[in-house]
């Protein structure tokens, strides 16, 4: 009970003091309203994502909360100040990496960490860095010699070298094949374990849904939906999905009498189910048993933040964008 009370004694005190609040954030150019009067707050200790398309704004917001954007309306605050006005201190107090990052292609990796600690007044100890991003075997090789995931890694650390209270990783694993992708998202999650705050953007849903604890859908400039992943996907109550390919003539009734299906029907080869709940999946497999009917290459597709920005914009993320 005691261990239970001081949990939840630390989550409340999060929530009253966040350490960023945005409210009514505006950004035009031109003729383009680009964020358009979004509101929101993240809390220490938390993975808080944003997702979205391309020109949905994601960059605009990080870059306003940074400091580095002058926004045209609303109110900022970074672990209490004004990412502008006062830019100087929060820099020493956040660490940035930016959706477009670049390196003199002559420096190596050891004289870029030493030039960014130098830019601090206080710096952790960045040969231990180097060692837990797997850098310090390449901390002699040139920038322009490192792999797309070593970079990026690079840029985690240089992100890291000030000891950050709150770390913005801006579009992290675009470009980066599965793999890295996957070691990326293990060392954000570490970061997280360190105590720190993350803000990240990203248009891979499965990368928001992986990492985030709580994640914003912004859609042309507005958040449309903003609660845990768990959370969005259960309010949109969408039917599960089971695909098989039978073996040989299948009837669609006993599937189509089951209390838990919604529909049924032939695709191609494949025969597709929806339905509801957990118990359906044990339903149609149970009936296909009790059936003797042969079935391969079954399929479960869980609902998932694709199908919320789906329900919530009318069309779904571009792939490779």
């Known amino acids: 009970m005691v261990g239970e009370s001081h949990i939840c004694s630390a ?5 009253v003091n966040p350490v960023i609040t945005v409210e009514n954030l505006r950004k035009t150019y031109e003729s383009i309203t680009a964020v358009d009067g979004i509101s929101f707050e993240v809390y220490r200790g938390e993975i808080f994502g944003m997702v979205g398309p391309n020109g949905a704004g994601k960059t605009t917001t990080i870059e306003c909360i940074e400091g580095l954007r002058a926004a045209d309306g609303g109110t900022l605050r970074v672990l209490g100040q004004d990412p502008v006005h006062n830019g100087r201190a929060v820099r020493q107090r956040i660490g940035i990496q930016l959706q477009e990052s670049n390196l003199q292609p002559r420096i190596r990796v050891w004289e870029a960490m030493a030039l960014f600690a130098s830019f601090y007044q206080q710096s952790v100890d960045w040969n231990a860095l180097l060692e837990q991003m797997d850098l310090q075997a390449h901390r002699h090789v ?28 801006d579009e992290l694993t675009t470009g980066l094949d599965p793999q890295a992708r996957l070691n990326m998202w293990e060392m954000v999650e570490d970061i997280r374990d360190r105590g720190k705050t993350v803000f990240l953007t990203t248009h891979y849903m499965e990368e928001a849904e992986r990492l985030c604890d709580r994640v914003a859908i912004l859609d042309q400039g507005h958040i449309v939906a903003l609660d845990s992943p768990a959370n969005l996907v259960k309010q949109l109550d969408a039917p599960l999905r089971v695909e098989f390919e039978p073996v040989g003539p299948v009837a669609l009734g006993p599937l189509q009498a089951l209390p838990t299906a919604t529909h049924v029907e032939h695709h191609g080869h494949r025969v597709i189910a929806w339905g509801k709940g957990d118990p359906f999946i044990v339903d149609v497999v149970q009936t296909l048993t009790n059936q003797h009917i042969r079935f391969r290459h079954l399929q479960v597709a869980q609902p998932s933040l694709e199908d919320v920005f789906l329900a919530l914009t009318g069309r779904r993320m571009e792939r490779g964008q």
């Open 11 to 15: 989550w409340e005190e999060a929530i």
């Open 142 to 169: 040139f920038y322009e010699k490192l792999s797309g995931g070593q970079k990026q890694r690079l840029f985690i650390a240089l992100a890291l070298i000030n000891d950050p209270d709150i770390v913005f990783l």
